[in-house]
């Protein structure tokens, strides 16, 4: 699913008027499985890989690792009270993420629900799957 998510998120841009290589985006949750620090086979770790491939200025935040963890896996880390970004693309559906207010995060223009776990407020989720908007 990671380059299916990576070919929603090129959609979403378009609509939203973000050009991919300009935009910043941040990847919520890298584990495999919610609410657990597993990263075998995560397809977050994956998709972030497409996007460092692609000159595309990506950030992570997750809950279940510290900033210098996320470092040492050559992670760039972004800190939901201060950072900014265009997009945040939903990575693992750890719970925290159910709740969280995506209103505060600064320039925020949409969110890609690759986990189909949020609702849409006043930012426009763009899900994978049933049930949601397309891009």
Do not use: Q
């Not at 690792?65 to 997009?87: H, I, N, P, Q, Y």
């Amino acid at each position: 699913m990671p380059y299916y998510t990576f070919n929603v998120m090129k959609r979403a841009c378009r609509k939203f008027g973000v050009e991919p290589s300009e935009g910043k985006f941040a990847l919520f949750g890298i584990s495999y499985k919610g609410g657990t620090r597993d990263l075998r086979d995560s397809p977050a770790l994956i998709f972030h890989g497409i996007l460092k491939r692609e000159n595309i200025d990506i950030t992570v935040h997750d809950p279940y690792f510290s900033r210098a963890e996320m470092r040492e896996l050559g992670l760039k880390v972004f800190d939901s009270k201060k950072d900014t970004c265009d997009a945040i693309i939903i990575g693992c559906d750890h719970p925290d993420f159910k709740g969280f207010d995506f209103k505060r995060i600064k320039g925020l223009k949409f969110i890609i629900d690759g986990r189909n776990m949020i609702e849409g407020g006043k930012v426009p989720v763009i899900g994978i799957g049933r049930n949601h908007s397309k891009a």
